[in-house]
C-alpha cells in the first residue's frame, strides 16, 4: 500500500515536471521570437539607411555615364566628394562576372573586409567603425555590383545598445514566466492532485471489489466524459489554430504592406527635404540675383544677391510689384493687364534692362525670367535671375575707346617711323655715298681730315644700323614682317657669318673659333631672322669680349634638336641685369659715359626673332667671367605659316 501511494506521488510530480517543461519551452520560444525578431528589425533599419545612402552613388553612375568607362574611373575626384559627402569611407566596383574593376580608397576596403558584405552578410565591420553594403548596378557603363562602406558613428553603439535592451527584456520574460509557470504549478497541481488521488483511490478500490475493465463505474463514466470533451477540445483547438493561421498570414501581409508604405513614405520625405535644402542653398548663395514672383507680379522672396544689387534689405522690397523697380516700370508681361486674363502664363523674358537702385541710380542689367507650372500647367509662381552688367558695359565702352585710341596710336607710330626713315635714310645715304668720294680728293698726308671722315663714316653707320633695328623691331612686333619657312643648313651659314667676323675678331686680338658635330645640319626655319638672330649675338660677343675668345658651337641632339652656343670670355652681366636683358633699349652700362655703345635693341630683336621661330634661347652669365647664349631650335614642331603668322600675330595683341 505504502508503495502504491509513492507510485501516485510520482505520477503526479511527473505530470507537473512535464507541464512546467513544456511551459519553460514555450517562454524560451517567446523570448527567441521577441529577441530576433527585435533585433533583426533595429539591423533591417540601420541597414535600410545605409542601403538608401548607397543608392546615391547607383543613381549618379546611372545619370553620368560617363565617371565610369574603360572599367575605371575617369573622374576619381568628383568621386571622392561624393564619398565625404556622404560618409563613405571606400567604394568598389565589381564587374557582373564578379571580377575587380575599380575602386577608391581600395585599402581601407580590405582592412574592412568588404567582400564579406556579399559572403556573410556581415553590415558592420569587426571594430564597429564601418558599415558596409553591397547593391547590384545596371547602367550603360557599368554592369556589376558595388560596396561602398560608410561610417557607422553612433549607429553601432546604438545597434549594440538596442540588442542588449531586447536580449534583458526577452531574459527577463523568460525568468518571469518559468517562475510564473512553476508557481502556477505548485497551485494548480494541488487540487488535480487531490482529484487524480481521489480517482486513484477509486480505481483501486473498483479494481479490488469488482475486478478492473467488466463495469465502468462513475469514475469510468466521468472518464468517458472527459475524453469526449478532451476530444471536442482538440477538434475546437485544431479549428481555431486554422482559423489563427489564416489571421496571422493576413495580418503579416498586411504589415508587410504598411510596412512597405510607411519606407517609401519616409523614403520620399527625406529625398523632399534634401532636395529642399539644395534649392535653398542654391537660392541663397547664387552669385547673381534670383528673385521669386508670385502669379499677380508681386515679389515673393529674393536672395542676398539680388539686395546686395539693388541695395534694399529683403523686408523692403517682399510684396512689392516687380515692375517698380524697373525704369519707367517697363517689364513686359508684368503689368497690370498681363493679369487680367486667368491663368495666363507671363511669356519667359530674357532681356537687357535699366534697374532702379534704392539711392535713385540706374544700372544695366540682363533679366531672365521663366514660369514654374504645376502638374496640370497651371502657373504656380515665376523665377527671375537678374545680373548686374554696369561694370562690364563701362568696361566695354573703355575698352572700345583704348582700342580707337591704340589703332590711333599704332596709326601715328607707323606713320612716324615711315617718314622719320624716309627723312634719316636720305640724307644718310648721300652722306655715306659720300664719304669715299671725299676720301679719295684728300691727300695722304691730311691725316687727321682722314680721322674725321672715318669718325663720320662710323656715326653714320652706327646711325643706320640703330633705324634697321627700330624698324625691324617694329616690323616683328606690329606682325608686319611675313616669315618663309625652309630647310637649309646651318653649318654652313654660321661658317660663312664667322669668316666675316675675322678680321673684327683678329683687330681686337682676339681667337674666334667655330665647331661642330656634324658638317651639315639641317632645320626649317625663317633663314633671314636665324642669320640676324647669330649675328648679332656674335657681334655682341665680339664688343663686349677685350680679350680672350669667341667660340661658336653647333651640336645635333639626338631628340630631333639642334643646339648653337656662343661663347666668350668678356665682360659677362649681373644677374639682375640677366632678368631685364631681352626688354627694348635696356643696357647695364646706362648714362652719357657708357663704355661701349649700342641701342639696347639688339637682345630684343634677338628675343623677337628666337620666338618667331619657334626655338629656345638660354642665357648664363658671371660678371668679368663670360658669357653663354643658347639657342635651341625644335625641327618637330611643324605649323604651316598662315597658321603660326596668325598665331603669333594674337600674342602681340
Given at each position: 500500500?505504502?508503495?502504491?501511494?509513492?507510485?501516485?506521488?510520482?505520477?503526479?510530480?511527473?505530470?507537473?515536471?512535464?507541464?512546467?517543461?513544456?511551459?519553460?519551452?514555450?517562454?524560451?520560444?517567446?523570448?527567441?521570437?521577441?529577441?530576433?525578431?527585435?533585433?533583426?528589425?533595429?539591423?533591417?533599419?540601420?541597414?535600410?539607411?545605409?542601403?538608401?545612402?548607397?543608392?546615391?552613388?547607383?543613381?549618379?553612375?546611372?545619370?553620368?555615364?560617363?565617371?565610369?568607362?574603360?572599367?575605371?574611373?575617369?573622374?576619381?575626384?568628383?568621386?571622392?566628394?561624393?564619398?565625404?559627402?556622404?560618409?563613405?569611407?571606400?567604394?568598389?566596383?565589381?564587374?557582373?562576372?564578379?571580377?575587380?574593376?575599380?575602386?577608391?580608397?581600395?585599402?581601407?576596403?580590405?582592412?574592412?573586409?568588404?567582400?564579406?558584405?556579399?559572403?556573410?552578410?556581415?553590415?558592420?565591420?569587426?571594430?564597429?567603425?564601418?558599415?558596409?553594403?553591397?547593391?547590384?548596378?545596371?547602367?550603360?557603363?557599368?554592369?556589376?555590383?558595388?560596396?561602398?562602406?560608410?561610417?557607422?558613428?553612433?549607429?553601432?553603439?546604438?545597434?549594440?545598445?538596442?540588442?542588449?535592451?531586447?536580449?534583458?527584456?526577452?531574459?527577463?520574460?523568460?525568468?518571469?514566466?518559468?517562475?510564473?509557470?512553476?508557481?502556477?504549478?505548485?497551485?494548480?497541481?494541488?487540487?488535480?492532485?487531490?482529484?487524480?488521488?481521489?480517482?486513484?483511490?477509486?480505481?483501486?478500490?473498483?479494481?479490488?471489489?469488482?475486478?478492473?475493465?467488466?463495469?465502468?463505474?462513475?469514475?469510468?463514466?466521468?472518464?468517458?466524459?472527459?475524453?469526449?470533451?478532451?476530444?471536442?477540445?482538440?477538434?475546437?483547438?485544431?479549428?481555431?489554430?486554422?482559423?489563427?493561421?489564416?489571421?496571422?498570414?493576413?495580418?503579416?501581409?498586411?504589415?508587410?504592406?504598411?510596412?512597405?508604405?510607411?519606407?517609401?513614405?519616409?523614403?520620399?520625405?527625406?529625398?523632399?527635404?534634401?532636395?529642399?535644402?539644395?534649392?535653398?542653398?542654391?537660392?541663397?548663395?547664387?552669385?547673381?540675383?534670383?528673385?521669386?514672383?508670385?502669379?499677380?507680379?508681386?515679389?515673393?522672396?529674393?536672395?542676398?544677391?539680388?539686395?546686395?544689387?539693388?541695395?534694399?534689405?529683403?523686408?523692403?522690397?517682399?510684396?512689392?510689384?516687380?515692375?517698380?523697380?524697373?525704369?519707367?516700370?517697363?517689364?513686359?508681361?508684368?503689368?497690370?493687364?498681363?493679369?487680367?486674363?486667368?491663368?495666363?502664363?507671363?511669356?519667359?523674358?530674357?532681356?537687357?534692362?535699366?534697374?532702379?537702385?534704392?539711392?535713385?541710380?540706374?544700372?544695366?542689367?540682363?533679366?531672365?525670367?521663366?514660369?514654374?507650372?504645376?502638374?496640370?500647367?497651371?502657373?504656380?509662381?515665376?523665377?527671375?535671375?537678374?545680373?548686374?552688367?554696369?561694370?562690364?558695359?563701362?568696361?566695354?565702352?573703355?575698352?572700345?575707346?583704348?582700342?580707337?585710341?591704340?589703332?590711333?596710336?599704332?596709326?601715328?607710330?607707323?606713320?612716324?617711323?615711315?617718314?622719320?626713315?624716309?627723312?634719316?635714310?636720305?640724307?644718310?645715304?648721300?652722306?655715306?655715298?659720300?664719304?669715299?668720294?671725299?676720301?679719295?680728293?684728300?691727300?695722304?698726308?691730311?691725316?687727321?681730315?682722314?680721322?674725321?671722315?672715318?669718325?663720320?663714316?662710323?656715326?653714320?653707320?652706327?646711325?643706320?644700323?640703330?633705324?634697321?633695328?627700330?624698324?625691324?623691331?617694329?616690323?616683328?612686333?606690329?606682325?608686319?614682317?611675313?616669315?618663309?619657312?625652309?630647310?637649309?643648313?646651318?653649318?654652313?651659314?654660321?661658317?660663312?657669318?664667322?669668316?666675316?667676323?675675322?678680321?673684327?675678331?683678329?683687330?681686337?686680338?682676339?681667337?674666334?673659333?667655330?665647331?661642330?658635330?656634324?658638317?651639315?645640319?639641317?632645320?626649317?626655319?625663317?633663314?633671314?631672322?636665324?642669320?640676324?638672330?647669330?649675328?648679332?649675338?656674335?657681334?655682341?660677343?665680339?664688343?663686349?669680349?677685350?680679350?680672350?675668345?669667341?667660340?661658336?658651337?653647333?651640336?645635333?641632339?639626338?631628340?630631333?634638336?639642334?643646339?648653337?652656343?656662343?661663347?666668350?670670355?668678356?665682360?659677362?652681366?649681373?644677374?639682375?641685369?640677366?632678368?631685364?636683358?631681352?626688354?627694348?633699349?635696356?643696357?647695364?652700362?646706362?648714362?652719357?659715359?657708357?663704355?661701349?655703345?649700342?641701342?639696347?635693341?639688339?637682345?630684343?630683336l634677338v628675343k623677337k626673332y628666337i620666338e618667331l621661330n619657334r626655338a629656345d634661347i638660354n642665357v648664363e652669365s658671371e660678371k668679368n667671367i663670360g658669357s653663354v647664349f643658347t639657342?635651341?631650335?625644335?625641327?618637330?614642331?611643324?605649323?604651316?605659316?598662315?597658321?603660326?603668322?596668325?598665331?603669333?600675330?594674337?600674342?602681340?595683341?
Amino acid at each position: 500500500m505504502l508503495n502504491f501511494n509513492r507510485l501516485k506521488r510520482s505520477r503526479s510530480q511527473k505530470l507537473q515536471l512535464k507541464l512546467t517543461i513544456q511551459f519553460a519551452l514555450f517562454f524560451i520560444l517567446v523570448s527567441g521570437f521577441i529577441y530576433f525578431y527585435f533585433t533583426n528589425k533595429f539591423e533591417g533599419q540601420i541597414n535600410e539607411k545605409y542601403t538608401y545612402k548607397a543608392d546615391v552613388f547607383i543613381n549618379f553612375f546611372i545619370q553620368n555615364p560617363q565617371v565610369f568607362s574603360e572599367k575605371k574611373f575617369t573622374d576619381p575626384e568628383i568621386l571622392q566628394q561624393l564619398l565625404f559627402l556622404n560618409g563613405a569611407v571606400y567604394l568598389v566596383v565589381e564587374g557582373s562576372n564578379g571580377d575587380y574593376l575599380d575602386a577608391l580608397n581600395l585599402e581601407a576596403a580590405e582592412k574592412n573586409l568588404y567582400i564579406l558584405t556579399q559572403d556573410q552578410g556581415k553590415g558592420i565591420s569587426q571594430d564597429e567603425k564601418v558599415y558596409r553594403v553591397s547593391l547590384p548596378v545596371n547602367a550603360d557603363s557599368l554592369s556589376g555590383k558595388i560596396y561602398v562602406g560608410f561610417l557607422s558613428g553612433d549607429d553601432a553603439q546604438e545597434l549594440f545598445k538596442n540588442n542588449l535592451l531586447t536580449a534583458l527584456f526577452s531574459l527577463t520574460i523568460l525568468m518571469a514566466g518559468i517562475v510564473f509557470t512553476y508557481f502556477l504549478s505548485s497551485i494548480s497541481f494541488r487540487p488535480l492532485s487531490k482529484i487524480i488521488k481521489a480517482l486513484d483511490s477509486a480505481n483501486i478500490t473498483s479494481g479490488t471489489t469488482s475486478g478492473r475493465g467488466k463495469n465502468k463505474d462513475e469514475l469510468g463514466i466521468i472518464e468517458d466524459r472527459v475524453k469526449l470533451v478532451l476530444t471536442e477540445l482538440d477538434k475546437s483547438t485544431s479549428e481555431v489554430e486554422s482559423l489563427n493561421k489564416k489571421l496571422h498570414d493576413v495580418f503579416k501581409d498586411k504589415i508587410a504592406e504598411l510596412n512597405f508604405e510607411i519606407n517609401q513614405r519616409k523614403k520620399a520625405e527625406i529625398s523632399l527635404q534634401k532636395s529642399e535644402e539644395q534649392f535653398r542653398t542654391v537660392f541663397q548663395n547664387a552669385p547673381i540675383g534670383i528673385v521669386i514672383i508670385s502669379t499677380d507680379g508681386k515679389i515673393l522672396s529674393v536672395n542676398k544677391s539680388f539686395c546686395d544689387t539693388i541695395g534694399f534689405d529683403r523686408e523692403e522690397i517682399i510684396g512689392v510689384p516687380i515692375k517698380y523697380l524697373f525704369e519707367k516700370n517697363d517689364l513686359e508681361g508684368f503689368s497690370d493687364s498681363s493679369f487680367s486674363a486667368s491663368n495666363t502664363p507671363v511669356a519667359d523674358i530674357n532681356t537687357e534692362k535699366k534697374l532702379l537702385k534704392k539711392e535713385g541710380r540706374e544700372i544695366n542689367v540682363i533679366v531672365k525670367s521663366v514660369s514654374v507650372q504645376d502638374e496640370t500647367g497651371k502657373v504656380k509662381h515665376y523665377v527671375m535671375q537678374v545680373l548686374d552688367i554696369s561694370e562690364m558695359t563701362k568696361v566695354q565702352s573703355e575698352l572700345v575707346d583704348a582700342l580707337g585710341k591704340a589703332e590711333e596710336s599704332d596709326r601715328l607710330k607707323s606713320a612716324f617711323l615711315a617718314q622719320m626713315s624716309h627723312e634719316i635714310r636720305t640724307p644718310l645715304n648721300v652722306i655715306l655715298t659720300s664719304i669715299p668720294l671725299l676720301a679719295d680728293e684728300i691727300s695722304e698726308k691730311d691725316e687727321e681730315l682722314k680721322i674725321i671722315l672715318d669718325s663720320v663714316k662710323s656715326a653714320g653707320r652706327r646711325l643706320q644700323r640703330t633705324i634697321d633695328m627700330i624698324l625691324s623691331m617694329s616690323s616683328v612686333q606690329s606682325g608686319n614682317y611675313k616669315a618663309t619657312f625652309e630647310q637649309f643648313d646651318l653649318v654652313g651659314d654660321l661658317k660663312k657669318m664667322t669668316n666675316e667676323f675675322k678680321s673684327l675678331s683678329e683687330d681686337k686680338g682676339l681667337k674666334l673659333k667655330f665647331t661642330h658635330s656634324k658638317e651639315q645640319v639641317n632645320i626649317t626655319a625663317d633663314r633671314y631672322t636665324v642669320n640676324q638672330v647669330f649675328q648679332n649675338l656674335i657681334n655682341n660677343a665680339i664688343k663686349y669680349t677685350l680679350k680672350g675668345y669667341v667660340e661658336v658651337y653647333i651640336k645635333d641632339l639626338v631628340d630631333d634638336k639642334v643646339k648653337v652656343e656662343i661663347r666668350d670670355s668678356g665682360i659677362g652681366m649681373s644677374q639682375e641685369y640677366l632678368q631685364k636683358m631681352f626688354v627694348p633699349f635696356s643696357q647695364e652700362d646706362v648714362g652719357h659715359k657708357r663704355e661701349f655703345e649700342g641701342n639696347g635693341l639688339g637682345l630684343a630683336l634677338v628675343k623677337k626673332y628666337i620666338e618667331l621661330n619657334r626655338a629656345d634661347i638660354n642665357v648664363e652669365s658671371e660678371k668679368n667671367i663670360g658669357s653663354v647664349f643658347t639657342v635651341t631650335f625644335h625641327n618637330n614642331i611643324n605649323f604651316t605659316e598662315a597658321e603660326f603668322s596668325e598665331k603669333r600675330q594674337n600674342k602681340y595683341r
